[in-house]
């Protein structure tokens, strides 16, 4: 029951998390199904090499390979950045490679700005023409820079 438990949780977790980067809340079903395949991967991996082993101890290695796997597809969604983000580039000869690019202050038309993933926040947020992101966090923690219509 706790298992079941588990991966309710973490697929949940996962579904919030892709919804929130774009993407379709349907990426977390691959959370029961990569948490199943190496459950049972584990389980028949410990057969293999500890034929002898007991049943208790069959049992929490391959629950902990499904614990692992769910957690890949967790981390995996995490590192992605959010869908339709563009990262934006200084003009040729303004920066060197490696370089920060120069401040943002003006938008190419209209009535947008710029915006970008904060690791710290965990969100998509606003950025100062700095790169900054709006609630404090230095530029260094933005990534996925691109330019979105502020209503």
Known sequence: ????LGIFW????TSRLAVSKGYSKWYAALVPLMW??????AMFLMQVFVPDADFVLLMFV????GAVGGA???????L???????VVMPAAGTAAPGA??????QAPGGSQALAGYCEQCG???????EGACERGHDADSVSGVYWALRR
């Open 123 to 129: 969100t998509n947020t606003w950025l100062t023409p």
């Open 10 to 13: 973490l697929t949940r977790l």
């Open 72 to 78: 890949i597809v967790y981390w995996r969604m995490r």
């Open 80 to 86: 992605r950045v959010p869908q339709g983000a563009a």
């Open 1 to 4: 029951m706790a298992e079941l």
């Open 36 to 41: 199943i395949t190496t459950e049972f991967t």
């Open 62 to 65: 391959g629950v902990a390979g």
């Open 100 to 105: 920060p690019a120069p401040p943002v202050t």
